[in-house]
T-cell receptor, first 115, second 113 residues
Framework: NAGVTQTPKFRILKIGQSMTLQCTQD?????MYWYRQDPGMGLKLIYY???????DKGEVPNGYNVSRSTTEDFPLRLELAAPSQTSVYFC??????????????FGAGSRLTVL | AQSVTQPDIHITVSEGASLELRCNYS??????LFWYVQSPGQGLQLLLK??????LVQGIKGFEAEFKRSQSSFNLRKPSVHWSDAAEYFC???????????FGKGTRLHILP
């Protein structure tokens, strides 16, 4: 059982380039999340989705876009990369069936550097 | 708005000593509360969760946490730490399954031999 898979693990981008961080889960979870982690700042929620076709903004959505065309996939797109987007990105998913709450299963993370 | 405060950025304890990591939350309704642990270079793993019922919850690796509604706190404890407990610990709060989950800034735990 693969769980939550993120690709790539590492990426270096130049300012202004665009890229997509891929996230896929094989647990048939309805709920999926993207967080970014910066030193000393904890995890900040970028976007989340409660099901296919439904997405919503989190705490820090500016500069990012998401889509959720299938239950399994929740890609995160950076359109015009900026140095402020240098971070470690985590995708997570949840079934939402654990007493009606979301217990998150995390991917291993994607480290992005923008130069 | 929901928020989580972990007042201690770093904590250092000796191996075998007891541990308490603090977490205070703000949430408008009955919260769901979580503690996650992150080892260096790894993703996050759930330690324990509180949804309702007994306010003292047990988790993996010998950790426990106590929910105190009057103090809006959910502190994590362990009676005797091991060197392998060195990691970063995150407290998180959420509501029902359609609600977002917000994390604190984390507390990095250092263990002295």
């Amino acid at each position: 059982n693969a769980g939550v898979t993120q690709t790539p693990k590492f990426r270096i981008l130049k300012i202004g380039q665009s890229m997509t961080l891929q996230c896929t889960q094989d647990m048939n979870h309805n709920y999926m999340y993207w967080y970014r982690q910066d030193p000393g700042m904890g995890l900040k929620l970028i976007y989340y989705s409660v099901g296919a076709g439904i997405t919503d903004k989190g705490e820090v959505p500016n500069g990012y876009n998401v889509s959720r065309s299938t239950t399994e996939d929740f890609p995160l797109r950076l359109e015009l990369a900026a140095p402020s987007q240098t971070s470690v990105y985590f995708c997570a998913s949840s079934s939402g069936t654990d007493s009606g709450a979301n217990v998150l299963t995390f991917g291993a993370g994607s480290r992005l550097t923008v130069l | 708005a929901q928020s989580v405060t972990q007042p201690d950025i770093h904590i250092t304890v000796s191996e075998g000593a007891s541990l308490e990591l603090r977490c205070n939350y703000s949430y408008g309704a009955t919260p769901y509360l979580f503690w996650y642990v992150q080892s260096p270079g790894q993703g996050l793993q759930l330690l324990l969760k509180y949804f309702s019922g007994d306010t003292l919850v047990q988790g993996i690796k010998g950790f426990e946490a106590e929910f105190k509604r009057s103090q809006s706190s959910f502190n994590l404890r362990k009676p005797s730490v091991h060197w392998s407990d060195a990691a970063e610990y995150f407290c998180a709060v959420g509501g029902n399954r359609d609600d977002k989950i917000i994390f604190g800034k984390g507390t990095r735990l250092h263990i002295l031999p």
